[in-house]
């Protein structure tokens, strides 16, 4: 009887001691850990709230360009589009050239590890990557072609404009003697290329973007950018 007694103890004891290594597992495992993500949520939805409280103000604080500024901006770029240089002979061109994919590389070699330069002009072409194997070769096929699908959604492997200057404004005078076009293409983001297009237009003359095409695939966003030089090719057959 003593000994079934003290069995009852013992075994009383073991399982207390059995439920309260449980609740402990169960507080370390799963409930610690819970309180920590919970917090980890709020403190989220905290810095998220608070950056949609900036946005919204800054949205409120905009305000669109008037129709005196607008003449303004319409103005500068008329007067801009009239500044150009001119080259006299193939020579000058050629080396306008090599100085000008030199000060492109810089550029852009201070933003990224490779990037595509290409030159489709009838008296030179190229096409440039700093990786031999570079992706970027490959995927630049594809977007050179400027043909995204209509009304295509941003998804993977979308392609599509996001930016586009088009041919209004163009005199036949400048459509006889076509601005020299020169395409970057990298894989960057929205903050980065804005970034790089500041720097361009501070080191590099005679510049304006042409067109930006943006592409998706891979989780990895391509931006080709098609950059315009105003140069006047004043020597014979150079007129398209």
């Known amino acids: ?17 059995a439920f309260i290594l449980i609740m402990i ?5 799963y409930f610690f850990p819970s309180i920590n993500e919970i917090n980890s949520k709020k403190r989220e939805l905290k810095n998220n709230t608070a950056k949609i409280k900036a946005f919204q103000k800054e949205l409120e604080n905009f305000q669109p360009p008037d129709e005196e500024e607008r003449a303004l901006w319409i103005k500068i770029e008329s007067m801009m589009s009239k500044n150009q240089i001119v080259l006299k002979n193939r020579a000058e ?42 992706v970027l070769l490959s995927e630049f096929k594809y977007l ?12 993977q ?40 297009l500041v720097s361009m237009f501070k080191k590099i003359s005679f510049l304006t973007v042409e067109k930006i095409r943006i592409k998706r695939t891979n989780n990895i966003t391509y931006y080709l950018i098609v950059l315009k030089f105003r140069v ?9």
């Open 157 to 196: 492997n979308a392609t599509f404009r996001a930016f586009d200057r088009g041919d209004s404004g163009l005199s036949k005078n400048r459509i006889e003697n076509p601005p020299f076009e020169i395409k970057v293409f990298v894989m960057s983001d929205l903050k980065k290329t804005s970034y790089l």
């Open 1 to 17: 009887m003593k000994d079934r007694k003290i069995v009852y103890i013992y075994g009383k004891y073991f399982g207390m001691g």
């Open 93 to 134: 061109f050629l080396t306008y050239v090599n100085e000008l994919v030199e000060n492109l590389k810089d550029v852009l070699s201070s933003y990224y590890d490779d990037f595509l330069i290409n030159i489709d002009d009838k008296y030179i072409k190229i096409t440039q990557t700093l990786k031999r194997d570079s």
């Open 144 to 155: 050179s072609v400027f043909t995204p699908t209509k009304n295509e959604e941003f998804s």
């Open 25 to 29: 597992l169960f507080l370390f495992l």
């Open 232 to 240: 006047k090719r004043s020597f014979e057959g150079a007129k398209e």
